[in-house]
């Protein structure tokens, strides 16, 4: 059976590989970079059936769910000590100027060594993007770490999102879609910059030409 498609629908396909950002929108944001193989995210619930006389299978209104979960895998080929660090939460950093890492010690995580977020934008063929967020996101299984001829050494990394003890209803994971890439809306708030103080430019030169006239005293003011 041969069906058409819309524009809608081919312009919803998403491309190429995501481009993931630690702590985006934060102070301390900062692209993972370089990668291998772009990102997954994956959202799961856990739903259980309530059992009852006379049930003969699923039921609306008789499901709950239980958990939920969210996460987000990517490898890295950047061996940084800081993105080292991220394998082991809450691990020491010698006071070095960060050249070396330890084991951490053994207890309770603090609630502050949890990235605010890891936030991955993936392209689609319509030129939009989904910006795919996971919040209070940790990796937790350590790192293994290969160094073999002819390749190079890859860090796995899989971030999982967490509630916060302080809101154990609260966001996990959010996917909206957005018109321009980081990058693009950056360059464009320069631009428009740039043309701000072009145009202040332009207006001082005309006004410093007529001396005597009123606009002058107006603009002084406003300088």
């Not at 934008?121 to 910006?131: E, L, M, S, V």
């Not at 957005?178 to 145009?199: L, V």
Request: charged share 25%.
């Amino acid at each position: 059976m041969i069906t058409n498609l819309t524009t809608k629908q081919i312009e919803s396909i998403q491309i190429d590989e995501g481009v993931i950002f630690l702590n985006y929108g934060e102070t301390d944001e900062r692209l993972l970079a370089p990668t291998r193989g772009g990102g997954e995210f994956a959202a799961t619930v856990t739903v259980r059936d309530i059992e009852f006389d006379g049930r003969h299978g699923k039921t609306t209104g008789t499901q709950v769910i239980e958990e939920q979960g969210a996460s987000l895998k990517v490898t890295t080929l950047c061996m940084s000590q800081e993105n080292l660090a991220l394998a082991i939460p809450t691990c020491t950093i010698a006071a070095d100027d960060g050249k070396t890492i330890k084991n951490p010690p053994t207890g309770v995580i603090g609630a502050d060594k949890y990235l605010k977020n890891v936030t991955m934008f993936a392209k689609t063929i319509g030129g939009k993007y989904k910006k795919i967020a996971i919040y209070n996101a940790m990796h937790e299984t350590g790192f293994n770490v290969k160094a073999v001829q002819k390749a190079e050494g890859e860090l796995a990394l899989e971030f999982l999102a967490h509630y916060k003890h302080s809101d154990l209803d609260g966001d996990l994971w959010a996917v909206t879609e957005i018109a321009q890439a980081p990058d693009e809306r950056k360059d464009n708030a320069d631009s428009s910059r740039r043309r701000h103080r072009k145009s202040r430019k332009q207006v001082i030169i005309e006004f410093k030409e007529e001396p005597n006239n009123a606009y002058n005293r107006n603009y002084a003011y406003y300088a």
